[in-house]
């Protein structure tokens, strides 16, 4: 009876793992495909007959990427980090600071404004997007990569707050009472006790929001309308002019190239927390 | 005290700050812009009450816009929700815990990857003489316009959508399942419960509150998809892929800049979007009792 069941359970575990592994197969094909792409030259992306593997590291279309495309690519990829760090930096210390204040500290209609920033989660983009590109253009910060990290900032604040508030709220009461005793004003509470205690989410805030900014297509694609302010993600779907003196090279390798260099750091950022971005969601949505 | 009222409130001071300007006034301002004939960035607008709406309604563009979103929602959303689910539960039930967490970050990685990235992949993969085709093509078969064809290009869309989308809907199922509390689990376990018995019985049920999310947020997803199809096929070819946002999109920011008569549109579509989430509330309310 006993080893009957075992065998069921094994046989149940066989038939997922072999339906995950061809979904991930499925999945990861794309970004698989992608890599290899932009390792090859043109005769091997057009042929009747292509393999998934380059025939060696050929790094003929990143080099035309960085040296002879006429699109300055080096410059999305700086104002690409210019954004991304600027939004990280502002999100950190607001969530930081305001997760605290509505996680400890008392004030008038503090619960109603939590809430609404709560429900500003579930308003689609398409409802504020027109207006705040006006908005953008009346401060005068269409155009800028500061005024695209301040709105992405703001975007992206709302589920930063209430990850950075469900933080704190896990630190135990008694710390604080601890150090209140000994007179310590609230925002040295804020900066050793609680900052230290709370900083793994601190971690996935920062993680968080520059994948959202990194990634950022729709508002970069609508805010940024000078070639010279693009960034990647806005960049990589700008046609290229590709000129008969480059004749080694596919404009789909080049393509699959600027994909890639989109992609890897947020790949790279992604794997390097992923298990905390589980588990801590494991924590902070139980119950 | 009540100076220190206001000292209390700092803290929040910032990031309030920032979403106040950047985004409550932009939604609410959004409302007002489409009661106005407003066009570029000037300040000068002109009060139109609901003409933008009625312009709308018979514009057949909207209605094309809105029935290709309608489109867009019922090929992608179903099937991303499916996939997501049960490849949610079948993670969540592997013992061998190290091979679910490989799983689990090849499947999330679409999201992570900048949806232009992830489009461009797709862009390469469809193309008439891409891999696709080739493949195709080598199994006998006639190669297929995926981003040229008028007919086929939704569903082009939509697959690329799903892959880029299911990671996403997977990651909550699967923290949902992972809550559910092991005694639950064992007790099915013990009283011999079939794996498809404990699916419907044990593990579903214990998601359900989830599972009522997902439902409402069908509805909602009919505002969604701007940036796929923006990033890959742009509205295109002869508008097979023009959803409704991107109509609106077009004819302001990226267009004519008739911001008033868009922002109209974008408000007729949350209604509508408002609507239908009602019922589906309403008929999921119905099924539970």
Redesign the interface.
Known sequence: MFSL?RRE?FR??VT??I???V??IV??F??F??IC?SFKTIQEI?T?N?KILPKSLDFVNYKFLFETSVIDYKQAIINSIVVSITTVV?VV???A??G???SR????Y?DN?FN??VM?Q??????????????M??LNLRDSLIGLA??L???I??PN?VLMRQSFLSVPTELEDAAKIDGAS?FQL?WHVMLPLAGGGLILVAVNSF?FT?????YA??MLTIPSKYT???I??VSIPTTPATLRIAT?GV??A???I??IP??I???LI??RF?EG??EG??? | MKSK?YS?????L???S??L???????I??VV?AFMD?RG?T?TGEWVGLGNFKELISDERVWQGLSISAKYVLYSYPATQL?ALV?GW??S????KT?G??????????V??????????????Y?S???LN?ML?KLGLSPVGWLTDPNVAIYSLAIASI?RNF?ASM?YY???F??VPLEVKESALID?AS?WTRFWKVDLPAIKNMLFIIFIQSA?AL??G??EV??LTAGGPARATAIL?YY??EI???GEQR?GY??AI??F??IF?LILASVVIRLVKVEKE
Do not use: H
């Open positions: 069941k359970i149940q575990q997922f793992n339906i995950l592994a979904l991930a999945v990861a794309p970004i495909w992608t792409s057009y009747l292509p502002i210390i607001c969530s600071l305001g605290y204040g509505f500290i008392n004030f008038k503090r404004i609404t920033i500003l579930f308003v689609p983009l398409t409802a504020g997007i027109i207006a705040q590109w006006q908005i253009s009346l301040l709105l900032a703001a975007i604040l709302p707050l609230t804020l994948l990194w990634g950022d297509f729709i694609r609508t990647m993600p806005v990589i779907t789909y393509y699959n600027a994909a890639m989109t992609a947020a790949i950022f992604f794997i992923q298990n589980y969601a494991r949505l139980k119950g | 009222y209390n409130f700092i803290y929040i910032p990031a309030l920032f979403i300007i950047f985004n409550i006034w932009p939604i301002w959004g812009l407003f960035v300040l996939l490849s079948m993670i039930e592997l013992r061998a091979v967490k490989i799983y689990r970050v090849i499947l999330y990685l679409p992570v990857i900048p949806v232009s990235a992830g489009m461009t992949m797709f862009k390469a993969l193309e003489s891409g891999y080739i093509t892959w990671g990651f699967l923290i949902g992972y809550n011999g794996l909602g505002t969604g701007l940036a923006t990033a946002p609106s999109a302001s920011i990226w911001l868009a922002a974008n408000l579509l949350s979007t």
